[in-house]
């Protein structure tokens, strides 16, 4: 375990999530329940798992004690949060490679000295990362908390925080070992390793084994779901990354737009326009509470053209200000999504109205309004990583045509590794896997159409999938956490449990929201194609909710 990582839990995100009041609602199922007398936590203890393709090089174990601190809702992403107070667990690092990889990759496991409930739950990455990182380290803190011996795999990428480093062997060489590793070779490592692990330690594998990850970690527990359908017995897959290269294409689309039309908005414009949507679209759903939950509908009605010329006070320069036609048409690219250079209906998607758009538009702009570009390095890693594979590429524009095709390469070369959108998991349905995604309708980095897209493409694949995988929209919710008021949806997990144990379906989930004027609400959050319907005149009684067609 890294130096001071009781620290760095301390830098995790506070919000309303971590601190709704939902136990009263859904009670916690994940306490420890099981008094254990585990083997010794040291290195002799622990023999190499039988996993063909891979050479054993190192086992390091240590018993960390004394171990406390706060873990968040928000890193989390489906369950509430936890402070620890003097916990001990042995943590196990395990080297290896695959021969003929030139990889070497470590998995650590952490395993409860004392209440283990039983469980195994692994957690995912971020961004590039695979695990391994203060993300992950911070939900396995959490898992710890509750019981569960916990695993992360940093798939042989070290911590490296982009894919510079390890994209080319050589100019004009990819690195499809690495790929293959990120992608899904090392989450099936990683689980045959810490069940071996915690038979060794305990005696006994796990009862049932669960993966909990979010962006990164939410496609990498669809893959596991599509490619290593018996590994886990129940998966929460949020957010989840599963068209890499559309997800690629999406966060770079904002400041492509505006370098090709040469518009660049000030960010008061944008956030205006944001709130005038949620003015125009928040009561679409019968309740005004500051947020946009028929985000379709809003897009039906909200043009922003039709603001132009409009004045509002901006709080970045403390003086008044107009919607320019500039603003509008960057709000509706970044709405609308990706489109052809003809101006063709887009390849992609675009972000839901209600979500930042400052985060994808970013300008600077001088004290008298003029704004510049800045410089897109996520087109430079693209084109020298990825599309060129030469790392002398150092341009940071593209045009639109020259994205279009960017895309279409990106996923004939790596969807076989990165892809992660195969519809038919009839497997994991075989082998009674649950799965459950949720994803937040204020996104700012991964379109939530992308994964409405791939849920209704399985639902259209097997006609019994709401039987084992459920898909939750969350109005107001950003990118795994945040966002403008949405509730961290903290009862998921343990509804996966639930339904995973005992056969019980989540047929809504309790959140609590913070509304404009920074009180809190509770509600509901759905199952698609359901919507949270509000029937009662009682304020913030989620008993007054119902999930509806």
């Excluded at 090392?186 to 962006?215: F, V």
């Excluded at 400041?255 to 326009?273: F, G, I, N, S």
């Amino acid at each position: 375990m890294p130096a001071g990582i009781a620290q760095l839990l301390s830098l995790a995100p506070e919000g309303p999530g971590s601190q709704a009041p939902l136990g009263a609602l859904h009670p916690r199922v994940g306490a420890p329940s099981t008094s254990i007398d585990p083997n010794p936590c040291a290195a002799a203890t622990f023999s190499a798992p039988s996993l063909l393709g891979a050479n054993f090089i190192s086992l390091e174990a240590s018993l960390v004690t004394n171990f406390s601190g706060p873990v968040p809702a928000e890193w989390r992403f489906s369950q509430p949060a936890v402070e620890i107070h003097n916990a001990s667990f042995c943590n196990i690092t395990v080297s290896y490679t695959h021969p003929g990889h030139s990889d070497v990759v470590d998995v650590e496991t952490w395993l409860p000295s004392k209440d283990w409930n039983g469980r195994l739950q692994a957690v995912g990455g971020g961004g590039w990362r695979a695990g391994r990182m203060l993300l992950s380290y911070t939900t396995m803190a959490g898992a710890i908390a509750d019981g569960y011996a916990t695993v992360t795999t940093d798939s042989g990428l070290g911590d490296a925080m982009g894919p510079n480093s390890w994209a080319l062997v050589s100019p004009g060489n990819s690195n499809l070992y690495a790929l293959q590793d990120l992608g899904s070779q090392t989450l099936y490592d990683e689980a045959i390793i810490a069940k071996h692990l915690i038979e060794n330690y305990y005696g006994r594998e796990p009862s049932y084994s669960y993966w909990n990850g979010c962006s990164q970690g939410g496609r990498q527990g669809a893959a596991l779901a599509q490619r290593y359908p018996s590994v886990y017995d129940g998966i929460i897959a949020a957010a989840p990354a599963i068209n890499w290269a559309g997800v690629l294409i999406n966060t770079m689309w904002p400041r492509v737009y505006m370098d090709v039309t040469e518009q660049y908005p000030h960010p008061c414009e944008l956030q205006q326009l944001t709130a005038l949507a949620v003015s125009a679209c928040d009561g679409l759903d019968g309740v005004k509470d500051g947020l946009i939950a028929d985000t379709n509908a809003c897009k039906s009605i909200f043009d922003p053209h039709a603001y132009v010329g409009s004045e509002f006070p901006c709080p970045l320069t403390g003086k008044s200000a107009k919607i320019s036609a500039t603003a509008a048409a960057v709000a509706n690219a970044m709405w609308t999504g990706p489109f052809t250079a003809e101006g063709e209906p887009t390849y992609l998607y675009g972000l839901e109205m209600g979500t930042d758009l400052v985060f994808g538009a970013q300008t600077s702009c001088t004290e008298d309004g003029k704004c510049t570009g800045v410089p897109n390095a996520a087109v430079t890693v693209l084109l020298a990583y990825f599309i060129g594979k030469d790392p002398a590429i150092t341009t940071t524009k593209i045009s639109f045509k020259e994205l279009e095709r960017a895309y279409h390469s990106f996923r004939q070369q790596y969807d076989a590794y990165l892809g992660t959108d195969d519809p038919d998991l009839s497997s994991f349905r075989n082998a009674g896997g649950k799965m459950i995604t949720f994803h937040g309708l204020a996104d700012p980095t991964i379109p939530p159409n992308n994964t409405l897209n791939y849920y209704k493409d399985v639902l259209n694949h097997q006609d019994d999938a709401q039987d084992f995988y459920r898909y939750f929209p969350v109005p107001g919710l950003g990118h795994c956490w945040g966002g403008p008021g949405g509730g961290q949806p903290i009862a998921l997990f343990d509804q996966l449990r639930s339904w995973v144990e005992n056969g019980t379906a989540p047929e809504s989930s309790p959140v609590t929201i913070t509304k404009p004027d920074n009180t809190h609400e509770r509600q509901i959050i759905c199952p698609f194609p359901k919507k949270a319907v509000y029937n009662k005149t009682t304020a913030g009684d989620p008993a007054g909710w119902s999930c509806a067609v």
